[in-house]
């Protein structure tokens, strides 16, 4: 069975400093992984997609992937109280499913 | 607003009784996803389209679940004859399905169902 692994926190981050949340996931097929950000009571928004081994970085987020090892991080610098959410790793199925299987989310508190 | 759109985004039922939800993709995705998600779990996967066609509804948590897509554009979901444990936020979302950039998925609002 297809798993997605996160700590649930939460994650407690002095404001400034940098977050860093991290995922693994059991399906050596899958080929596109994506960090969704969820606000209690609100949808899931998409806030990185990363698909290659290596960095990925948009503004204060930083994308990193390691297939060999199968895990996923998401960084985010200079954290802001407005960060405070759920971050939620999701994993495409890999060898042509399209389904996203996602993780139960980490709890991320930034202190101002 | 060009973003994916749930009705309604919250129904109290009794239990027994069937509900629908509707849901209208971004204009130009062709594939369509609902999902369901539960207090402190990740969104679940249940089922998607690709335009008209149904893909995969082997993740429909039971035969009371069905969905829809008649003419490949908006989507419903019906829960037939509602337990308590259906209560759930139910996510509908859409994509371009590119594969080659990963077929990027957006979701909508939710809709929220209290089963009582």
Redesign the interface.
Known sequence: QKE?EQN?GPLSVPEGAIASLNCTYSDRGS??F?W?RQYSG?????IM?I?SNGDKEDGRFTAQLNKASQYVSLLIRDSQPSDSATY?C?V?EGRG?????????THLIIQP | DTGVSQDPRHKITKRGQNVTFRCDPISEHNRLYWYRQTLGQGPEFLTYFQNEAQLEKSRLLSDRFSAERPKGSFSTLEIQRTEQGDSAMYLCASSLGARVSGNTIYFGEGSWLTVV
Request: net charge neutral; charged share 15%.
């Open positions: 997605v649930s080929q596109s994506f969704y609100k949808s899931p928004e998409l997609s698909y939620l999701a495409n499913a399209d389904g996203l299987t996602f993780g139960k989310g």
